[in-house]
Nanobody, 123 residues
Framework: QVRVVESGGGLVQAGGSLRLSCKDF????????MGWFRQAPGKEREAVSC????????YYADSVKGRFTITRDNGAKTLYLQMNSLKPEDTAMYYC????????????????WGQGTQVTVSS
């Protein structure tokens, strides 16, 4: 069944911004740490950012620190990723999923994958 739907990707010039959304249809969203991951063609999937269930704890990959901001709205069961100062190397398919904890920003056996949303940054 569909657990999450990611949206908000697109084509943007370097230096531009995008806001990704992840609508979660599970009843446990508000209790779960969540994360954003990305995968570029020919590369392994990597963690971008994770957030605790209440939004108080966050993790960012070094490559996006200071440029990306992760937030969540538990009432709307939606996860967000604000991406500023985008670079061509940010080009990838972006996915959201649950993680064990915000400071263990990696998928585990309970994680799942939606269709993702494509982000393309032109130079």
């Amino acid at each position: 069944q569909v657990r999450v739907v990611e949206s908000g990707g697109g084509l943007v010039q370097a230096g531009g911004s995008l806001r990704l959304s992840c609508k979660d249809f599970r009843s446990t969203f508000a209790a779960d740490a969540m994360g954003w991951f990305r995968q570029a063609p020919g590369k392994e999937r990597e963690a971008v950012s994770c957030i605790s269930w209440n939004g108080e704890g966050t993790y960012y990959a070094d490559s996006v620190k200071g440029r990306f901001t992760i937030t969540r709205d538990n009432g709307a069961k939606t996860l967000y990723l604000q991406m500023n100062s985008l670079k061509p190397e940010d080009t990838a398919m972006y996915y959201c999923t649950l993680v064990p904890a915000h400071d263990r920003c990696a998928p585990d056996k309970y994680s799942f994958w939606g269709q993702g949303t494509q982000v393309t940054v032109s130079s």
